[in-house]
């Protein structure tokens, strides 16, 4: 079909967001570059706040305008920055090429449409289809997803948190779209149904050949279900590569101390090591390398300029000066 | 208006941080620096100091008759003007701001903890007192507010203390189903729950955990009470009602310009504006607290 | 469903029938009463008054006095008689009725048909110049007292540009500056209202939702925002719609309609009672049937308060069956 050289589906490039919060700019993303092939699966890890759903967001250009200063940079998407898209651009391609599944479906769903009808309209919309084909492939989406298609009248609270994240998937997949945004698509679900649901996205992914960029701050995840990782802290990447560099070979301290606060069966430890300290204020980034306050490692010159993010192999990059120690 | 309201509230965040939300000195920190709050406030206390003052600021008194300046326009002696027995229309306007005043706070302080009170108790123990409770108040509210309370100061007769009685009675369904709706809303939360795993009394959970959370939209609700028992209470005074004549209270004083309205339409002006002025200033209070109060409400 | 709405109308009975008697039992606490006030302008004695109260049943026990109320109302349609015109009340206030209803519907119709969109308007603009000044107005407009309002609406539009009559009952024209005066504070509730919730609204889940489908932000605004934004407002028009009747109350006196707020106000100032009771009753009636039917419009709206009443109607199947 492509040639191996045009894979790539997604490229951003230097990405900057910022919000605005009373006079003040929240320093939420700052120049974040990755990259996405056809049919693959990123993970983007990182803590609360660290700026993983404002990059899925800026990516569908549906960042909340009110709270919006600045977005720089480049998303180039299948050939064409998607920040320099019009409107009406956008418009064709959410839901069609690019779609999104949300953190929360319980609130991800307009609670008082029926649930095939809210599938239905993305795929009337993008597939030109009338109305009454729309719902019976939303209907068809339904039992892809594991919903029996009777239930496709039901409206969002008739259904259990699991079934509605079964919705929200089917709504997402529904035009086979090329790029798949999940944001932490199992976190508000029992624990029990974050394996199946996960399967769910992972086969559907893999049968309709969608790459996806899986946002998530659980490493068991990603370990399960990712090709490529990348570490996000405090809006920038600090290190990033394919799953087994990172997993096997986690160079940055931040990484590091993820895997230290990761219960690992194997081994015996009595204790687990959490990092210290907290994230810093988005509003008052310290220069310099934004992890040095919490690192082991941090050194006079790490709170001075920027640190460059270094390629150590073709698949590992990683933004720290004290690798090599 | 409304990003000066976000630069302010973002202003107030800032100085939030060390103090508790909830507390007296943080809501007093949001309204000081919410630029509404701080003009509602500004006017309200103009108004009240003016108020009492009014004997020693104005060279004329309230209730003096001059028949000499009878239904003067507005000029440099008297700036509003007078009414039809000669008396200055702005030391009356000045003076009568107690009544709305005092029949809106005293009222709702009235209708307030009643409704608090009965609120809880329904809301806490429920049974047969709620039941009981909840049709009585539906037959209340039967009525709408200001007809409720039109029928009720029929009954009682006119005079400044019955008017707030039956203002108070009116607004008496309202406090009493939101209480009970928080109490009930406050019941079913969790930290209840954990305060009674580890032995909390019944009487310490309800002084310390339940109405302290059940409490804050009724503040909210008793500065708007304040706003609307004001304006009803003039409402019922323009009627006839209320209080009555020669006292300058403001809808008693439109009462009788509203008869003069062809040939002295400036009589009519001043009462009415003043009732604005007040009640937009509560209002401007009341949102600036429900803001500071519930911090999800804040857009 | 149809259950519910059958439940939900029987329910206005009992309400009707235990305010009739609170009604009276609060109008018979007025010390005073029509024959004394009559009589005692005469040169009657203490003893002819107190035999013409006997004859008019005044000194019959409560429960008597109630009984006949009760009866002559609910079997014979009977409200009484003004003592002052000698006319019945219910013929009275059926004449009167039509005044209120327009004044009050137009009102609630005004305030809605402008309220909701300035809401939305605003609210889809939040944080614009528009917006702003269409907070800082509503926020003055819900401030007037409503007679203040009218009585200024009379100065410029009556008085000094001559357009509109003044007061009195006719044609169309005279229920403008009534129906303007009436509704204003309530399309600025209504408007604030709205914007609050819509506002709300947009900036939920779902709506970001419906923007990561493709939907045009049109589409997402009319088809998605408005619908769940305007459920808590649709709760909301029945209290508003209370206030606009109180305040039909208010404009009927300062516009001299004769409606049945009018009629209330001057049977109170004339002590005349039985045109009292009549017209309160009257009141609370329509205010009862317009929540119910608010009631209904709710339901029909959010599948999720339709689930409970189905919900709940089950239950109680179950728990008979059980039985």
Not at chain 1, 22 to 34: F, M
Not at chain 1, 70 to 79: A, L, R, T
Not at chain 2, 118 to 126: D, H, Q, W
Not at chain 3, 201 to 223: H, N, Q, Y
């Amino acid at each position: 079909m492509e040639n191996e050289k045009n894979n790539k589906l997604l490229e951003i490039k230097d990405l900057e967001v910022r919000y605005r919060s009373g006079g003040r700019s929240v320093h939420a993303v700052n120049g974040v570059s990755l990259s996405v092939d056809r049919g693959e699966i990123l993970g983007l890890v990182g803590e609360t706040g660290a700026g993983k759903t404002t990059i899925a967001k800026s990516i569908l250009r549906i960042l909340p305008d009110h709270a919006i200063q600045s977005v720089s940079g480049e998303i180039i998407f299948d050939g064409e920055d998607l920040l320099k898209a019009k409107n009406n651009r956008m418009t064709a391609i959410r839901g069609y090429k690019i779609s999104m599944i949300f953190q929360d479906p319980m609130t991800a769903l307009n609670p008082i449409m029926p649930v095939n009808k809210q599938i239905a309209e993305g795929i009337a919309l993008h597939m030109g289809v009338s109305k009454r084909e729309a719902i019976e492939r939303a209907n068809k989406m339904l039992e892809t997803v594991g919903i029996s298609s009777d239930r496709g009248g039901e409206y969002p609270h008739q259904f259990s948190g699991g079934m509605k994240q079964r919705v929200v998937i089917a709504m997402a997949l529904a035009c086979r779209p090329d790029l798949l945004l999940a944001d932490e698509p199992t976190t508000a679900l029992d624990v029990t149904i974050q394996a199946q649901v996960l399967e769910l996205i992972a086969n559907l992914q893999k049968e309709l050949h969608t790459a996806m960029i899986l946002i998530t701050h659980d490493l068991g995840v990603v370990a399960g279900v990712c090709d490529k990782v990348a570490v996000v802290y405090a809006g920038e990447i600090l290190e990033s590569g394919t799953k087994e560099e990172i997993f096997d070979h986690p160079k940055h301290p931040y990484t590091k101390g993820l895997f230290g606060a990761l219960p690992d069966l194997s081994k015996k430890v009595s204790r687990l090591s959490p990092i210290d300290g907290l994230p810093p204020d988005p509003t008052n980034l310290p220069p310099g390398c934004p992890f040095a306050p919490r690192c082991p490692k941090a050194t006079d010159e790490c709170r001075q300029g920027a640190i460059a993010l270094e390629a150590l192999n073709p698949d590992h990059l990683c933004r720290c000066i004290h690798i090599d120690e | 208006m409304m990003s000066d309201k976000k630069k302010m509230s973002a202003g107030a965040e800032e100085l939030h941080e060390s103090l508790q939300p909830g507390s007296f000195k943080y809501i007093w920190r949001h309204l000081s620096h919410d630029s509404g709050a701080v003009v509602g406030m500004l006017c309200i206390a103009a108004i009240l100091i003016i108020c009492v003052l009014s004997p020693y600021i104005f060279k004329y008194d309230y209730s003096k008759i001059s028949m000499i300046d009878k239904n003067a326009l507005p000029s440099k002696e008297h700036w509003f003007g007078c009414d039809e027995l000669g008396r200055d229309i702005m030391v009356r306007v000045f003076y009568g701001a107690r009544y709305t005043l005092s029949i809106g706070v005293l009222s709702t302080a009235i209708s307030a903890s009643v409704g608090v009170a009965l609120g809880s108790i329904a809301g806490y123990f429920g049974g047969r007192f709620d039941s009981i409770l909840m049709r009585a108040l539906d037959i209340l509210q039967a009525f709408p507010q200001l007809v409720l309370a039109t029928l009720v100061s029929a009954v009682l007769g006119p005079g400044l203390d019955k008017c707030i009685i039956a203002l108070a009675i009116s607004g008496i369904p309202g406090f009493a189903r939101m209480m009970r709706a928080n109490i009930l809303n406050v019941r079913g939360q969790e930290y209840i729950e954990a305060a009674k795993s580890i032995d909390c009394s019944t009487a310490r959970i309800i002084t310390k955990h339940v109405i302290p959370n059940a409490i804050s939209p009724i503040i909210v609700s008793v500065c708007m009470g304040i706003a609307s028992s004001g304006l009803n209470a003039s409402a019922l005074s323009f009627l006839g009602l209320g209080v009555q004549p020669p006292e300058p209270e403001w809808g008693a004083m439109l009462s009788s310009a509203r008869n003069l309205i062809r040939q002295y339409p400036h009589m009519a002006i001043f009462p009415g504006l003043f009732i604005m002025i007040t009640v937009i200033s509560l209002n401007l209070i009341g949102d600036s607290l429900r803001d500071a109060l519930d911090p999800k409400l804040k857009d | 469903m149809s259950r519910y709405v059958t439940k939900r109308i029987l329910q206005i009975i009992p309400i009707i029938l235990v305010v009739s008697v609170l009604i009276f039992a609060i109008m018979s606490l007025v010390p005073s009463d029509p024959i004394t006030i009559i009589m005692s302008q005469t040169s009657a004695t203490a003893e002819e008054i107190e035999a013409a109260r006997d004859a008019a049943g005044y000194n019959d026990p409560f429960l008597v006095r109630l009984g006949n109320y009760l009866k002559n109302l609910y079997l014979h349609g009977d409200m009484g008689k003004s003592f002052k015109t000698g006319s019945p009340v219910f013929k009275d206030l059926m004449s009167r009725l039509p005044v209120t209803f327009r004044l009050a519907f137009g009102s609630i119709l005004v305030s809605v048909l402008l309220g909701i969109p300035l809401g939305v308007l605003s609210a889809v603009r939040a944080g614009s110049l528009s917006d702003r000044m269409t907070m800082f107005f509503t926020l003055m407009l819900n401030s007037m007292p409503n007679f203040w309002l009218a009585l200024m609406l009379v100065i410029l539009f009556s008085l000094k540009l001559k357009l509109l009559p003044t007061n009195g009952i006719g044609g169309l024209e005279h229920y403008i500056l009534p129906v303007i005066a009436n509704s204003v504070g309530a399309v600025a509730g209504i408007a604030r209202q709205t914007r609050a919730s819509v506002l709300e609204v947009i900036r939920s889940d779902f709506v970001s939702t419906a923007r990561s489908k493709g939907l045009k932000e049109r589409v997402v605004i009319w088809k998605h925002a408005l619908p769940n934004g305007l459920i808590p407002v649709i709760t909301s028009i029945g209290g508003f719609f209370g206030r606009l009747l109180g305040g039909s109350m208010v404009i009927e006196m300062t516009f001299s309609l004769p409606g049945v707020g009018s009629y209330m106000i001057n049977g109170i100032n004339n002590r005349d009672y039985d045109c009292v009771q009549g017209a309160m009753l009257w009141i609370a009636f329509i205010f009862a049937v317009t929540m119910l039917v608010v009631d209904l419009l709710y339901a029909f709206i959010d599948p999720r308060i339709k689930a409970q009443y189905a919900a709940s109607s089950a239950k109680k199947k179950a728990k008979k069956e059980a039985a």
